[in-house]
């Protein structure tokens, strides 16, 4: 649908983009046995998963992760089992794009872009159905678990968190967010990162409270069963942050010189993207560690990928690290 030089990216994508891009110049800039000093990271990535892109984290499922791959030139949400190898397209080849995917029981959901914003998309696995959810203009950055969906709402500046029940399709705002606010969802819990602090909302409750106030600016939460994981800048290290919500314990899972961010956690596993020199993004797969890990513990296994950068039209939003300003975007080309 139109040409392809014209398609806007995600604006989510646009925001890690932006972060990426900064990580990779201040990782440029570090000298490797000397200045900043790395931390050593708590888990080990057990392999890498191939046609990863640079947008909103992977996300997980048990022994099923979904993730964004290009396509000649259309960004298309592809379900992998991590156990079989086996591999599905799930979105439309006449889309803008797909960005952004969740995943939960039958049901993927992702942001799908067109020339003047962004909807939420709903994919049955079952019947291979895909429909529009929501109608915009820019709706993004979908969480979903059973019949609840979470969303990102913006709109001439200024941005909600959305909530809808997919039993009745009814929706509700829950708070006034941020723009380019992210959340996660696990059973009546809600977590999302606004202004740079972790906030939790009990749906069953209305309990709403600050979870982690971060001077460093926390993004990208993942939340399953009492553990949470974020992404934050330390210094000018990118870090994975986990948080044992029950005990109060934290620990850094993965950490780089470069960009790591947009965790995804399911069972004992955690998953996150990581941008390094040179010039390249993998999707890495880790056992999560003790303390950090459900009673429920499902195997599976990850994945290799690496790709080549390039800059591409105009100004995307930077990093909410340092406030919403302008910076070149990018987008990946598969190499």
């Not at 995943?103 to 049955?124: C, K, M, P, Q, Y």
């Not at 200024?158 to 929706?171: H, I, P, S």
């Not at 990581?274 to 797969?285: D, F, H, L």
Request: contains cysteine; aromatic residues 8%; negative net charge.
């Amino acid at each position: 649908m139109g040409d392809s030089l014209n398609r806007r990216p995600s604006r989510i994508r646009r925001t890690i983009g932006a972060l990426a891009l900064t990580g990779a110049l201040v990782a440029t800039a570090l000298p490797l046995d000397g200045g900043a000093e790395a931390v050593a990271n708590t888990v080990r990535a057990d392999r890498t998963i191939a046609d990863a892109e640079l947008v909103l984290k992977p996300a997980l499922d048990g022994d099923r992760i979904v993730y964004v791959r290009r396509d000649d030139s259309i960004h298309a949400v592809w379900l992998k089992d991590l156990n079989t190898g086996a591999t599905r397209k799930l979105s439309d080849d006449d889309s803008f794009g797909a960005y952004a995917p969740d995943i939960h029981g039958n049901r993927v959901v992702w942001e799908e872009t067109f020339r003047r914003g962004s909807v939420i998309a709903l994919h049955d696995l079952e019947t291979g159905e895909t429909r529009a959810l929501t109608l915009g203009p820019h709706d993004y950055a979908p969480s979903l678990w059973g019949d609840t969906l979470i969303w990102t709402r913006e709109r001439h500046f200024n941005a909600w968190l959305m909530l809808m029940d997919l039993r009745t399709e009814e929706t509700v705002t829950l708070v006034r967010v941020s723009c380019g606010t992210t959340s996660d969802l696990f059973e009546h819990t809600v977590v999302y990162c606004s202004g740079g602090d972790i906030y939790t909302i009990d749906l069953r409750s209305g309990e709403h409270r600050v979870l982690v106030e971060s001077p460093q600016y926390a993004e990208f939460p993942a939340l399953y069963g009492d553990v949470l994981a974020y992404a934050q800048w330390d210094d000018v290290l990118s870090r994975i942050h986990l948080l044992n919500m029950r005990t109060g314990d934290t620990v850094v899972a993965a950490s780089a010189p470069g960009c790591v961010y947009a965790p995804a956690l399911s069972h004992d596993r955690l998953a996150w993207e990581e941008y390094t020199r040179p010039a390249s993004t993998e999707i890495k797969v880790a056992r999560t560690p003790a303390g950090f890990t459900s009673e429920e513990v499902v195997a599976s296994s990850g994945w290799l990928a690496n790709v080549g950068y390039v800059v591409r039209d105009g100004l995307g939003r930077l990093m909410r690290l340092i406030g919403s300003v302008h910076a070149v975007s990018i987008v990946v080309l598969v190499g």
